[in-house]
């Protein structure tokens, strides 16, 4: 059964572009204006103002670029990142241009519903003038996706949600445990060509992705993990205030993807700043997967880029560390969208152009950190491609081979790519560099850019000193570390080997070992995260100022296919064997097979599912909270409740920040003072800390201890977040103060 694209609207015939928008706008304006406080409109408050907000405007934006007949999957991207940079630019507009107007609340919850309502407006009506063309619409065959694997796949993100209802109610993971091994197997289904069709990979590695997300933001009614709790402080300012303000100092202040966009999702849709971090911004960071699978099948084929996909979604850190990473995760969905645009070949040049300076502009607002390694790397690639079509032209012989391997013909004929195969141009390099600098050296009192010149000074003075040293190199200290038990002595060995098949794929497509469609600013942009990954272990200070496990979730956007063609190719000759000694299905098949098998192996390590099963050290917050409690270790334990959020903890910082006197000290223990204090008792994260001995607080300050103080008898800090001690020596010191606040696992003290 054929039925018209609903994704594709910027495709339809005008009169039904046009009644099809503004029938939803005038539907979910009637919702939004209703402001009951039934549950039902609530949630299709919710349901309709995230979906609309995130998909329709950006199409509207499509349709005034004139950009049609477009895959599926590149409109919703491209019309999410639209949205999403249109609802920025809209809260930066608002925030600086209201208050000259004598609007002295222009973030106000009305002031910004009616705003995006006639901007959508304006950008109809406009796009009505500019694009009178009716091309004809796409159409879907609604038989793959009515079918019993189709019903299977939607049902994984469903199931994860009322897992993580039975983890957070009955403390009980069954659900959770079956949903994990599900997924697992997966990837060996498409490895062996079974139950799972190819039209159906994308809405495999949606769901994947959701389920994945969702199965750790879900857990707990409380946000958790470390930096997102200083992003809820920000957000929850400019909420109290409805005004940001960009001359405060601070790198995360100056982000527009936290303090604007998150309380405006939070008017939108009329969740709690916290459910807006815990569903909005993992389920949109759910399409980042699903844009690489776009970019990397059109250089490696269907199968080999679901594997790449579920790969790079498969890494713990995109499951648990960056739902806790608001600012990044919209960010890497930027720099995923500017990856789809340089190997686009279906969008004129001037399109192209205008899109990347609305996604390179919104990548710089979000995430200073991703900014910074996409300029740098964006420079050199311009440089290297500049300077090797100058030299092949001049008959150097070097560049010509290095032309001839990335898939371009030096003499100019039978380029597999546009333009000579460049995309890039000196516009794009300088707009960039001058937007991104431009805006971290004045926004926020220049201290992102400030962050980066320390950062960049400290390497060059430790690097000859300190160079291979484990204490001083991140990278280095985890890949010669020792392992916990057996078991994590081999999900060590499936990540060393993982990376010894990425360096083999890229040396393989280098030297046209393959064939191979990688395009000649691809093979560079990919050379450069392979560098920025052999610095975060070699290079003093480099990873751990950056953050290795976020350095590396960044390079795997580029370099997660090369870990699939590098297995192929080590496993070419023996599948060969093989494949005489077999028929059927397997045959031909055998290097995706075990490359999926791989992949399913890994991810049950990473996820936590294996140890949970062997009782070994536990490592899922989502999986083994149980375990953790009972079973774990110091360090273990310190690490949860260094990132998981007890309710009671919630409730004493609450009420601590709602009845202590306006100036007061507050001593707590780092961690305490860093994630609970910050986000829900809206207090700035600076000391004094809790400290190890001879405690003496002033007069009137108050002291607050948490679950891991109380029960665990514990304490982080104060020079470490996650250093560790008895809270044994100084606690007689605490409690010889006034007790002005229990719920028995959480308490606050005041002295006088």
């Given at each position: 059964?054929?039925?018209?694209n609903?994704?594709?609207l ?19 304006l ?6 009951s ?23 509207i934006?499509?349709r ?19 949205s ?8 930066l ?5 209201y ?19 006639i ?13 009178k ?6 159409y ?11 019903f ?43 139950v ?14 959701v389920?994945l ?24 300012l ?7 303000d960009?001359?405060?100092?601070g ?9 604007l ?26 399409l980042?997967?699903?844009?690489l699978?776009?970019?990397f ?6 199968k ?7 790969f ?7 499951y648990?560390?960056?739902?806790s ?15 789809m ?5 279906n ?30 790397s ?25 032309r ?14 546009r333009?000579d ?16 600098l ?13 962050t ?8 060059g003075?430790?690097i000859?000193?300190?160079l ?32 010894a ?9 280098w ?12 093979i ?5 995260a ?46 060969a ?16 097979v ?28 989502a999986?083994?909270?149980n375990?953790i ?5 110091d360090?273990p ?7 998981f959020?007890?309710?009671?903890d ?14 007061s ?20 994260r ?6 190890e ?5 002033v007069l009137g ?12 008898r ?5 020079e ?33």
């Amino acid at each position: 059964m054929q039925t018209r694209n609903p994704i594709t609207l910027n495709d339809w015939r005008i009169r039904s572009y046009f009644i099809a928008i503004l029938g939803l706008q005038l539907g979910l304006l009637f919702v939004q204006l209703l402001g009951s406080t039934n549950s039902y409109i609530l949630f299709l408050q919710a349901i309709l103002g995230f979906a609309f907000f995130s998909f329709i405007p950006g199409i509207i934006v499509l349709r005034i670029l004139r950009i049609h007949t477009i895959s599926t999957i590149e409109t919703l991207l491209y019309a999410v990142g639209l949205s999403i940079a249109i609802l920025m630019v809209t809260g930066l507009f608002m925030s600086v241009l209201y208050p000259i107007f004598g609007i002295s609340r222009p973030l106000s919850p009305d002031s910004t519903l009616l705003t995006v309502n006639i901007t959508t407006f304006i950008l109809l009506f406009l796009s009505l003038v500019v694009d009178k063309k009716s091309p004809e619409p796409g159409y879907i065959d609604t038989k793959a996706f009515l079918s019993g694997p189709a019903f299977l796949l939607y049902l994984v993100p469903l199931l994860t949600i009322i897992g993580t209802y039975f983890v957070n109610q009955y403390h009980s993971n069954g659900i959770l445990m079956l949903v994990i091994l599900f997924i697992a197997v997966i990837p060996i289904l498409i490895g062996f060509d079974r139950v799972i069709p190819e039209a159906l990979y994308p809405l495999a590695i949606v769901s994947i992705s959701v389920s994945l997300l969702l199965h750790t933001s879900l857990i707990s009614p409380y946000i958790w993990g470390y930096d997102i709790h200083y992003e809820t402080f920000l957000a929850n300012l400019v909420i109290d205030n409805a005004f940001w303000d960009f001359t405060s100092p601070g790198n995360v202040n100056a982000m527009l993807s936290v303090v604007l966009l998150a309380p405006m999702y939070s008017y939108i849709t009329g969740l709690d700043l916290t459910w807006v971090f815990k569903l909005v911004y993992p389920i949109t960071f759910a399409l980042v997967p699903l844009g690489l699978y776009h970019v990397f099948r059109r250089q490696v084929g269907e199968k080999s880029a679901f594997l790449a996909s579920f790969f790079f979604a498969s890494f713990i850190i995109f499951y648990a560390e960056m739902a806790s990473l608001a600012r990044q995760e919209i960010a890497e969905l930027f720099l995923v969208l500017l990856i789809m645009i340089m190997v686009a070949r279906n969008v004129p040049r001037r399109t192209n152009f205008a899109l990347f300076v609305i996604f390179g502009a919104s990548l710089a607002v979000s995430h200073y950190g991703t900014s910074y390694i996409y300029l740098l790397s964006l420079i050199v690639v311009w440089l290297y491609m500049t300077l090797s079509s100058f030299a092949a032209t001049r008959g150097d012989t070097l560049f010509k081979c290095s032309r001839k391997t990335a898939g371009e013909n030096p003499s100019g004929g039978g380029s597999v790519n546009r333009d000579d195969g460049r995309t890039i141009t000196a516009a794009h390099v300088l707009f960039f560099t001058g937007f991104t600098l431009g805006w971290y050296m004045f926004v926020a009192g220049g201290t992102s850019f400030d962050t980066i010149v320390s950062i960049i000074d400290h390497i060059g003075n430790t690097i000859f000193v300190d160079l291979l040293n484990p204490e001083e190199t991140e990278g280095l200290d985890l890949l010669i570390s020792t392992p916990q038990s057996l078991l994590h002595t081999v999900a060590k060995g499936l990540h060393l080997i993982t990376l010894a098949l990425i360096v083999v794929g890229f040396v393989a497509i280098w030297f046209r070992r393959k064939n191979t469609r990688f395009s000649r600013e691809y093979i560079a942009f990919s050379f450069i995260a392979l560098l920025f990954g052999v610095a975060g272990v070699l290079v003093p200070n480099f990873s751990s100022t950056l953050n290795t496990s976020r350095l590396y979730q960044i390079v795997l956007i580029f370099l997660s296919p090369f870990c699939v063609v590098g297995g192929i190719s080590m496993l070419a000759a023996p599948g060969a064997y093989i494949n005489k000694l077999r028929s059927g299905r397997l045959a031909g098949r055998t290097p995706l097979v075990l490359m999926s098998v791989l992949f399913s192996l890994l991810f049950l390590f990473s996820t936590g599912w294996i140890y949970e099963c062997a009782n070994d050290q536990p490592s899922s917050i989502a999986l083994s909270q149980n375990s953790i409690k009972k079973y774990g270790g110091d360090t273990p334990k310190n690490v949860f409740y260094g990132t998981f959020i007890p309710e009671h903890d919630v409730f004493g910082a609450r009420w601590l920040g709602r009845y202590m006197e306006n100036g007061s000290v507050v001593y707590a223990d780092r961690t305490r003072k860093d994630n609970v204090l910050t986000s829900y008792g809206s207090l700035a994260r600076t000391p004094p800390f809790l400290p190890e001995t001879d405690f003496e607080p002033v007069l009137g300050a108050y002291v607050y201890l948490a679950t891991y103080n109380i029960v665990e008898r514990s304490a982080s800090g104060p020079e470490e977040y996650y250093d560790y001690w008895s809270i044994e020596d100084v606690y007689p010191a605490i409690c010889r103060n006034n007790k002005v606040y229990s719920n028995h696992q959480s308490e606050v003290y005041q002295n006088g």
